[in-house]
């Protein structure tokens, strides 16, 4: 049997002490509160359009910690108190903030324009976006993720309300899915998830 010489020797024990050291970078998990759903949903990715007009992708966000919400304008109380909710996490986030982005995706494309989904989400935090578009397009996100809405009938006054999911869903910089947030839980829980992801390199 032919021995390995010492140099070769010694290179293969370096490479297996990489593959090792690489092995428990990979299987690393973080000590999220919030539901953790690394592996079980898929990465961030749509075609929609911007509040500003601009077609966008998930893949322009890459390089930021995104959460992701299904609501709409004309929704009386949980999306602009889901809102004020994330502006306050932004806050509390500190100089980190920058690095994150709320994307709001209206539910409700006939009267979520852009012009109308820029107003909304300014008023609340400017790191906020609101995302429109085809409603084919907002009902393969909204399945993707396992969302759901519905319009409701239309009121006497030609207005109606559309039901949908309340969750949130958080993606580290990479695009990978980490976790899931409701309106119940708490607002440190998410503060803390968040800065765990913007603080730690956004391992996926």
């Not at 004020?84 to 509390?92: G, K, P, Y």
């Not at 519905?150 to 949130?168: C, F, I, Q």
Request: hydrophobic share 35%; glycine share 6%; aromatic share 8%.
């Amino acid at each position: 049997m032919k021995l390995l010489h010492p140099k070769h020797l010694a290179l293969l024990f370096l490479l297996l002490a990489l593959g090792t050291l690489v092995g428990c970078h990979r299987d690393k998990k973080l000590p999220f509160r919030l539901t953790d759903v690394s592996g079980h949903m898929p990465d961030l990715d749509f075609k929609l359009t911007d509040d500003h007009g601009k077609p966008v992708t998930g893949t322009d966000y890459r390089g930021k910690v995104v959460v992701l919400y299904f609501g709409y304008t004309h929704c009386p109380d949980v999306c602009p108190l889901t809102m004020a909710q994330l502006h306050v996490v932004m806050q509390r986030l500190g100089p980190l903030a920058d690095k994150a982005r709320i994307l709001f995706v209206s539910v409700d494309p006939t009267r979520d324009t852009p012009p109308v989904m820029h107003a909304y989400v300014n008023a609340f935090d400017p790191r906020a976006v609101g995302l429109t578009g085809d409603p084919r397009d907002i009902e393969a996100l909204s399945k993707r993720y396992r969302s759901a809405y519905t319009r409701e009938p239309d009121g006497k006054d030609g207005n109606y309300e559309v039901s949908h999911s309340s969750a949130m869903y958080v993606f580290d910089s990479k695009g990978a899915a980490r976790v899931l947030a409701t309106p119940a839980d708490s607002q440190d829980d998410l503060v803390h998830d968040l800065h765990l992801l913007l603080d730690n390199g956004n391992p996926s």
